[in-house]
């Protein structure tokens, strides 16, 4: 079956500081016209940081779309042309204020594909080396330490509920001996 | 430490079909102002569904977004109003044909936190009797079934891509013997 969609036309919406948002007209593969709402972003990491005791950090934040606290791993924009292992160490240093000498790229998701391109990739960071905490400019975080199996406790009973943070989870939870 | 932010201002952006975007403005924890780039949408269900011999049910869907056919778990979004269990069977009839005789909500995850208050329901879908296929209008793809310890190994070398599929497949296989 031919499930192919084609461009036909494309409106500039919004051009945010981190998001950027457009439609799009396609031609379904009926050969009729529809719409597409589009949001662009630059893309992200997230990184599952754990020490030599399965002990994972985290990080509480304020989340503006959900005006609540979430518990999630530390995570962060790609800088343009930055590589996503870069990104990875550069947001650990500057949320939980470790630097790893192991990390291993465990997959990467696309989080909504139903309406935006972003897509995150999940790291897994071991051997911990303590470094001096940067903290980025206007983010305001707290650093959460929790034993593995505590965390996937969480993830079952409802109590994390970042979509990232729970597949970085589960993935490492099969690369770590428990 | 304070991690709250107080929304002063919002400006509609966008009012779409799917989506709606907002710019607030904030008062970040320290007194200074921000903005805030606002996704807003309706929820979602995804669905593992599962036969009596571990084989899962998949679709394959173009993604305008991401411009490519991804193998997703089937999902749709919540109507008004529409509780989430129903949300999730009309989905499993409408994408697959079957209807669940056991239908179990296995987390919720929002999928964007950082700029969208998308949340997603996780089901997992047992017993499954065959049902008409009520194929929604414009909606174009391809039922691909598979067994579940195969979709794992696609997770981990990478051939998933979708964050809630993958999700779903790691918690399904929390839940299932295999």
């Known amino acids: 079956m031919d499930l192919y969609e084609k461009t036909i036309g494309s409106k ?17 593969p009926d050969g009729r016209e529809s ?16 020490d030599n005791n399965n002990g994972v950090y985290f990080v ?15 995570a962060g924009r790609l800088e343009p042309g930055e590589p996503p292992e870069e990104c990875a160490k550069r947001e650990l240093a500057e949320e939980i204020g470790f630097m790893p000498q192991k990390l291993r790229q ?19 960071a071991q051997d911990l080396v303590k ?15 929790m034993p593995l199996p505590e965390a996937l406790a969480m993830v079952t009973d409802g109590a994390i509920e970042d979509g990232k943070t729970i597949t970085g989870l589960l993935l490492a939870s099969r690369y770590l001996p428990l």
């Open 35 to 50: 719409t597409r709402e589009i949001v662009e972003h630059s893309g992200a990491v997230a990184i599952v940081p754990v």
């Open 131 to 145: 470094h001096h905490l940067e903290n980025d400019e206007g983010e305001f975080l707290e650093v959460v330490h």
């Open 106 to 124: 465990m997959a990467f998701i696309y989080s909504s594909p139903g309406f935006s391109d972003e897509k995150v990739y999940l790291y897994l």
């Open 12 to 28: 500039k919406i919004y051009d945010g500081k981190i998001i950027r948002v457009r439609q799009d007209r396609v031609l379904l």
């Open 60 to 74: 509480r934040q304020y989340r503006a779309p959900l005006e609540k606290i979430l518990l999630e791993i530390p």
